[in-house]
């Protein structure tokens, strides 16, 4: 066949796939979203695993009108102007590829209202990201991103996902990330629906250590001890097992998901600080091996955006300090 140029809905929905590969990479953006919109409400509604309906409603900063045909275009941000931004970074989001994304995956609506609006309205948006109908619509201040269909553009993913353990799993994931989320900022309000049924929320609170407990209950939390270091340039916060816990085991999973770390409050999977977190939980419990287990911990880290590279994969789950620890 001779070269040709792809279509650009085909070139689109080839690489946006990549970008958002999951029902939790939907709902990941559109929470982090929500944060970055200075929301204190989230509220996030699936059906049918996510694949026939995801809601995240916000009462977020809402989308200004003229910023609203731009919105869910590739490149469109309000986040950064230039790469040199990156080095300020204090929001989730920075590429302006996100709702871009989703659109050309599944079917969306984005319903807004800023505090200078009378009244919200509803965009409807295609899969190329222009908005084909607006209409008014009830909403307080904030905003109300609505995704349908997922991946019925593309099937393969569509009956993977939808398989019934896969499907769980997948479930599982979303809850993951959205708990997360929800930890590091005791100050938001998050409720978490699947099927019309509630299954968990967590209420505005004040410290770290209680809304790590409205997540993981008060059996494991109230055997968590909090250290803080503060210096200039470095700030941590750790929650992690008190020393005079007798079972270690107890705080234990088999699963890495409980030990919960951040970086600038974006949750990460960082291998290094994983294998010193634990090393430094094993020695303060000299005697308990913790082969092939993970302690329930929380280990938050803050220092100038500068330092951290989020850039490395579509996901920003995994980061790259400049001062390699
Ligand atoms: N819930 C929201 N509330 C207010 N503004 C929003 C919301 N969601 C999106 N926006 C606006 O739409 C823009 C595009 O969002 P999108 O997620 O696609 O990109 P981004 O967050 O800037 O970068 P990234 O692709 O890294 O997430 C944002 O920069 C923001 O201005
Ligand atoms: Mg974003």
Redesign the pocket.
């Known amino acids: 066949m001779p070269m040709q140029r792809l279509p650009t809905s085909t070139s689109k929905l080839v690489t946006c796939a990549q970008i958002i590969t999951s029902v939790s990479s939907v709902v990941k953006?559109?929470v982090?979203?929500?944060l970055?919109?200075e929301?204190t409400n989230i509220d996030i509604k699936l059906e049918g695993n996510g694949l026939d309906l995801i809601e995240?409603k916000?009462d977020?900063?809402?989308?200004a009108k003229t910023?609203m045909p731009n919105?869910?275009l590739p490149c469109?941000?309000?986040?950064?102007c230039g790469y040199e931004d990156l080095d300020k970074l204090q929001?989730?989001?920075?590429?302006?590829?996100?709702?871009?994304?989703i659109c050309s995956v599944a079917d969306v609506t984005?319903t807004?209202r800023t505090s200078e609006d009378e009244f919200a309205m509803a965009y409807a948006v295609n899969d190329c990201g222009n908005i084909v109908t607006a209409k008014p619509s009830h909403l307080n201040k904030?905003?109300l991103?609505t995704v349908s269909g997922l991946f019925r553009k593309v099937p393969v993913r569509k009956n993977y996902l939808n398989s019934g353990r896969r499907a769980a799993e997948e479930l599982k994931r979303v809850d993951n990330i959205v708990k997360s989320l929800a930890v590091i900022h005791p100050g938001l309000r998050v409720t978490f629906r699947h099927n019309k049924c509630l299954l968990w929320q967590k209420s505005a609170c004040s410290t770290l250590c209680q809304s790590l407990m409205q997540i993981v209950g008060h059996f494991v939390s109230s055997k968590l001890e909090e250290l803080l270091l503060r210096e200039t340039e470095l700030s941590v916060d750790m929650l992690v097992p008190r020393r005079e816990t007798e079972n270690l085991a107890v705080l234990c999973l088999s699963n890495v998901d409980c030990m919960m770390l951040y970086i600038n409050n974006r949750p990460v999977r960082y291998k290094k600080l994983e294998k010193m977190v634990l090393k430094y939980i094993s020695e303060c419990f000299s005697g308990q091996p913790l082969t092939h287990k993970y302690p329930y911990c929380l280990v938050s880290i803050v220092i100038s955006p500068g330092e951290v590279d989020a850039n490395l994969e579509p996901n920003?789950t995994r980061v790259m300090l400049k001062e390699e620890i």
Request: glycine share 12%.
């Open positions: 953006e559109l982090e979203n929500a970055d919109a929301a995240v916000d977020g900063c809402g989308i910023d919105m869910c469109y941000t309000s986040k950064v929001t989730y989001g920075f590429r302006g590829e996100a709702l871009s994304a984005v807004t904030g905003t991103v920003k």
